[in-house]
């Protein structure tokens, strides 16, 4: 996610801009930049690369001497991280500069009647069209300018913005991504986290959705979108600076599962168009998709997991055969695609060695691959004919929780498209199934609100030795997740399976007082679970069980139960595994591990 730092004031700012930035780098980024107003003019400089970088171009900010300027490290979304696509960005005198975190959605609309007017571009990026909107809204009052462009774009931003015929003023707004205002003795800052500013005041200023905010050196004043000014009191700091920067969460995965809700947000809105699904990026006309005969999902991991659920969600919805390989098993095993398949990769990182030689493999026997992918520019982005980006963000955290969440999104969405081209489901399903993915972010948000629940009874299991995960359908998708997720981060030993399977074999594992992990969203296999259950626990198992709320007879069965909002079955996975990540979580800190480095992962497996 990029970072964006600002400052005016009486000290020098590229400085205090740089060392903001370096406060930003958990947040993950590829390039960063900085423009200064040097008393005449706007100075740019920016590189692709680690902040080192811009700091050894700038000799440490001197040779960017100034008061004022905006500094960003980008975290590429739309375009490669390259020198050109980095943050700032400008009009054509570079009399106006920008800097931006989010995504302008309606990009491409504005850019292409922006060239209809004679603006030129030099990047690929969403940013830039708003440098140039601003040019040309601005008749010399930058307010005015400012409030007309809100008016156009839509999406998230927070936006640090300069003009040359403005020295003594900075602008900021935001809109459903994160800023904050700072404010002190030697001038006013703005920035995307209290990190980047801590040093230099604890005084800070929230900015809601849509506040433009002025600064000067002394002063700064809030207004809304039509320029209507606004008081606000400022808030004390009182973290320290490690606590902030995870945003006062005690490990990133904590954050980061916070994060979901707006993940999935980010991932399924932009694709959601008139209750309609519009994936342009499949780069593929109706009649080519339903021509597809046959899918092959490949991918390692959690990636592997979501494509298991892609498997039962795409049959289920589309009626089209998938077929789910491990990567690293996909790769040897001379895998056989026949005409008319199509292959897809999942994968956060999009650097998996796995993953990427999967990918290769297809292509070179000539098959078209699409690629499910978090970090725009990584390999698996570069070599996949066609890529589907979640939209999740950098995931710090080595267990990944909301990369895997966007996932089980993007799989939804090409499933439904699949399900309308090919006929599968009929108006009034798909608008019901349109109805449920959008309910999906409160939903996550309701579960994400009870942990207190899930955090006690974790409590009791910091000193279990096996840990079972049981389900059918789709839920045997989730609980190889939730067993993932308990092991990688605790190290208790854990073992998903299909719950008909179980007495083949691993029942001889279940002891008295066992913890079985029974998850049980599908309403066509509500009693064949129960009996499962009944299995286990006529062995002595304790059983947690994870079900939709309404299905109280399952208490009958389940020592304890965690229910979760009503959804379509095929969605369940995206709220059943809230609770198992909360579980896995808490088991590991009441252990004490880790949480965010477990021993012996690695958060981008490039080895295979
Ligand atoms: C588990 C986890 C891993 C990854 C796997 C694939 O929490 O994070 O299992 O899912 O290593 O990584 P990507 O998605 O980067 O290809």
């Given at each position: 996610?990029?970072g964006?730092?600002?400052?005016?004031?009486?000290k020098?700012?590229a400085?205090?801009?740089?060392?903001?930035?370096?406060?930003?780098e958990?947040?993950g980024?590829?390039?960063?930049?900085?423009?200064?107003?040097?008393g005449?003019?706007?100075?740019?400089?920016?590189s692709?690369?680690?902040?080192?970088?811009?700091e050894?171009?700038?000799?440490?900010?001197?040779t960017?001497?100034?008061?004022?300027?905006?500094?960003?490290?980008?975290?590429?979304?739309?375009?490669?991280?390259?020198?050109?696509n980095?943050?700032?960005?400008?009009?054509?005198?570079?009399t106006?500069?920008?800097v931006?975190?989010?995504?302008?959605?309606?990009?491409?609309?504005?850019?292409?009647?922006?060239?209809?007017?004679?603006?030129q571009?030099?990047?690929?990026?969403?940013?830039?069209?708003?440098?140039?909107?601003?040019d040309?809204?601005?008749?010399?009052?930058?307010m005015e300018a400012?409030?007309?462009?809100?008016?156009r774009?839509?999406?998230?931003?927070?936006?640090?913005?300069?003009?040359?015929?403005?020295p003594?003023?900075?602008?900021?707004?935001?809109?459903?991504?994160?800023?904050?205002?700072?404010?002190?003795?030697?001038?006013c800052?703005?920035?995307?986290d209290?990190?980047?500013i801590?040093k230099y005041?604890?005084?800070?200023y929230?900015?809601?959705?849509?506040?433009?905010?002025?600064?000067?050196a002394?002063?700064?004043?809030?207004?809304?979108?039509?320029e209507?000014?606004i008081?606000?009191?400022p808030?004390?700091?009182?973290?320290d600076?490690?606590?902030?920067?995870k945003a006062?969460?005690?490990?990133?995965?904590?954050?980061?599962?916070y994060e979901?809700?707006k993940?999935?947000?980010?991932?399924?809105m932009?694709?959601?168009?008139n209750?309609d699904i519009?994936?342009?990026?499949?780069?593929?006309?109706?009649?080519?998709?339903?021509a597809?005969?046959?899918?092959?999902?490949?991918?390692?991991g959690?990636?592997?997991?979501?494509?298991?659920?892609?498997?039962y969600?795409?049959?289920?919805i589309?009626?089209?055969?998938?077929e789910?390989?491990?990567?690293?098993?996909?790769?040897?095993?001379?895998?056989?695609?026949?005409?008319?398949?199509?292959?897809?990769?999942?994968?956060?990182s999009?650097?998996?060695?796995?993953?990427?030689?999967?990918?290769?493999?297809?292509?070179?026997?000539?098959?078209?691959?699409l690629?499910?992918?978090?970090?725009?520019g990584?390999?698996?982005a570069?070599?996949?004919?066609?890529?589907?980006?979640?939209?999740?963000?950098?995931?710090?955290?080595?267990a990944?929780?909301?990369?895997?969440?966007?996932?089980?999104?993007?799989?939804?969405?090409?499933?439904?498209?699949?399900?309308?081209?090919?006929?599968t489901?009929?108006?009034?399903?798909?608008?019901?199934?349109?109805?449920?993915?959008k309910?999906?972010?409160?939903?996550?948000?309701?579960l994400?609100?009870?942990k207190?629940?899930?955090?006690?009874?974790?409590?009791?299991?910091?000193?279990?030795?096996?840990?079972?995960?049981?389900?059918r359908?789709i839920?045997y998708?989730?609980?190889?997740?939730?067993?993932?997720?308990?092991?990688?981060?605790?190290?208790?030993?854990?073992?998903?399976y299909a719950a008909?399977?179980?007495?083949?074999?691993t029942?001889?594992?279940?002891?008295?007082?066992?913890?079985?992990?029974?998850?049980?969203t599908q309403?066509?296999l509500?009693?064949?679970?129960?009996?499962n259950?009944?299995e286990v626990?006529?062995?002595?198992a304790f059983?947690?069980?994870?079900?939709?709320v309404?299905?109280?007879?399952?208490?009958?069965?389940?020592?304890?139960?965690v229910?979760?909002?009503?959804?379509?079955?095929?969605?369940a996975?995206?709220?059943?595994?809230?609770?198992?990540?909360l579980f896995?979580?808490?088991?590991?800190?009441?252990?004490?591990?880790?949480?965010?480095?477990?021993r012996?992962l690695?958060?981008?497996?490039?080895?295979?």
């Open positions: 996610m990029c964006i730092v600002g400052y005016i004031g009486t020098q700012a400085p205090i801009i740089l060392d903001g930035l370096s406060k930003l958990y947040r980024y590829d390039s960063a930049g900085m423009a200064i107003y040097d005449e003019k706007i100075n740019i400089q920016k692709v690369g680690r902040l080192k970088v811009l050894e171009l700038t000799h440490a900010g001197a960017m001497p100034g008061f004022a300027g905006i500094g960003h490290t980008r975290w590429a979304t739309h375009g490669i991280p390259n020198d050109v980095s943050h700032p960005h400008f009009n054509a005198q570079a106006i500069s920008v931006h975190n989010g995504i302008i959605e309606n990009y491409i609309a504005l850019k292409n009647k922006l060239i209809k007017k004679g603006y571009f030099v990047s690929d990026t969403d940013t830039e069209v708003v440098a140039q909107l601003l040309y809204y601005y008749k010399g009052n930058p400012i409030t007309k462009v809100l008016h774009v839509e999406g998230s931003y927070a936006l640090g913005i300069m003009f040359a015929e403005y003594d003023q900075l602008f900021a707004v935001r809109k459903d991504s994160p800023l904050v205002v700072g404010k002190s003795e030697d001038g800052f703005i920035a995307s209290v990190p980047a801590l005041t604890r005084t800070v929230y900015a809601e959705n849509q506040e433009v905010i002025q600064l000067f002394d002063r700064l004043q809030f207004y809304t979108v039509d209507e000014p008081e606000k009191e808030v004390t700091i009182e973290w600076a490690e606590a902030a920067e006062g969460y005690e490990h990133f995965m904590l954050k980061e599962m979901q809700p993940t999935v947000t980010d991932t399924l932009p694709r959601l168009k209750n519009v994936i342009d990026e499949l780069q593929m006309r109706d009649e080519e998709l339903a597809v005969k046959k899918i092959h999902i490949v991918a390692c959690s990636a592997y997991h979501a494509g298991v659920t892609g498997k969600v795409l049959e289920g589309a009626r089209i055969p998938v789910v390989d491990l990567a690293s098993e996909f790769r040897y095993r001379n895998p056989i695609l026949e005409e008319g398949a199509m292959v897809i990769v999942i994968s956060q999009g650097e998996t060695a796995d993953t990427l030689a999967a990918l290769r493999e297809s292509k070179a026997r000539g098959f078209k691959v690629g499910i992918v978090n970090v725009v990584s390999s698996i570069r070599e996949a004919d066609s890529i589907m980006y979640t939209w999740a963000g950098p995931e710090i955290a080595v990944t929780t909301k990369a895997y969440s966007a996932q089980l999104i993007a799989l939804y969405l090409l499933a439904m498209k699949f399900a309308k081209v090919r006929k489901v009929s108006e009034e399903e798909f608008n019901a199934l349109i109805f449920d993915l309910r999906l972010p409160e939903q996550i948000e309701l994400l609100s009870n207190e629940k899930i955090q006690k009874f974790a409590n009791r299991y910091i000193g279990a030795k096996d840990i079972f995960f049981i389900g359908g839920d998708a989730i609980s190889l997740e939730g067993s993932l997720k308990l092991k990688e981060i605790s190290y208790i030993h854990s073992e998903a008909g399977e179980l007495k083949h074999g029942i001889s594992l279940i002891e008295e007082g066992t913890l079985v992990t029974a998850v049980s309403p066509d509500y009693q064949k679970s129960i009996s259950m009944v626990k006529a062995r002595g059983i947690l069980a994870v079900t939709n309404g299905n109280t007879e399952i208490e009958k069965a389940a020592d304890y139960v229910y979760i909002p009503q959804t379509n079955q095929y969605f996975n995206s709220l059943a595994i809230i609770p198992l990540q896995g979580y808490y088991v590991a800190v009441g252990k004490g591990c880790d949480v965010d480095k477990p012996n690695a958060k981008s497996v490039t080895v295979e």
